[in-house]
């Protein structure tokens, strides 16, 4: 009987982790982007990309390291989903009942080296050349108007006249004399002033 054959203890498999697995598809044209999301808040040697939702973490760590030459540690990443709004976006007039739901983003947050960290650049002072304050007004407007015609816009108060408290209030305070609506106007034009006159143009 042949004698055994001596034992040999392996140490564990301990794959490169700075340098991905090298892909074989090919790409010249990719038809895909990466953006660069700002985070103010997270360590210099983090940061955080929107990525296609069909892509995974390996194609973040091979893109970049192939293409810029950054060391992934690791990756984590997450669907985002999108609120749910009125109509399709693009519609003239929103239809109500007519819910609609923006496709979902994906985002990866990827870890480097701490001897290599990467400062985002610090924000422009001046926001003139970008039209920052029409933006921000045309958003705040947008908003306001998806919130009118929401499911939840009949439960919140209007702010654009008085609410019957304070109409009550000052009714009982003395403030403000009751009077008919039908007082103030004269249709025919020859009651008071010349509200409803018919004018020649």
């Given amino acids: 009987m042949p004698a055994p054959k001596p034992y040999h203890r392996l140490g564990p498999l301990v794959p490169n982790r700075f340098i991905p697995p090298k892909g074989q598809k090919k790409v010249y044209l990719p038809n895909f982007t990466l953006t660069l999301l700002r985070t103010p808040f997270a360590p210099p040697n983090y940061a955080t990309f929107i990525v296609p939702l069909d892509s995974n973490k390996f194609d973040i760590k091979d893109y970049l390291y192939r293409l810029y030459g ?70 705040k407007e947008r908003d306001a108007e998806q919130e009118s015609i929401g499911p939840e816009a009949r439960r919140k108060p209007r702010g654009d006249g008085k609410t019957l408290r304070e109409q009550a209030e000052e009714l009982l305070s003395g403030k403000k004399v009751w ?23």
Wanted: proline letters at 12%; charged letters at 30%; hydrophobic letters at 35%.
């Fill in 70 to 139: 950054v060391q992934v540690l690791s990756v984590r990443s997450y669907v985002q989903q999108a609120k749910v709004r009125m109509d399709k976006p693009g519609a003239r007039l929103p239809k109500r009942n007519r819910w609609f739901r923006p496709r979902a983003t994906k985002r990866m947050t990827i870890e480097m080296p701490a001897s290599a960290p990467f400062v985002y650049p610090p924000p422009p002072d001046d926001f003139k050349p970008w039209d920052k304050e029409t933006h921000e007004k045309a958003t």
């Fill in 179 to 201: 009077r008919p609506g039908w007082v103030d106007w004269d249709v025919t034009g020859r009651g008071r002033g010349d509200v409803g006159a018919q004018v020649e143009i």
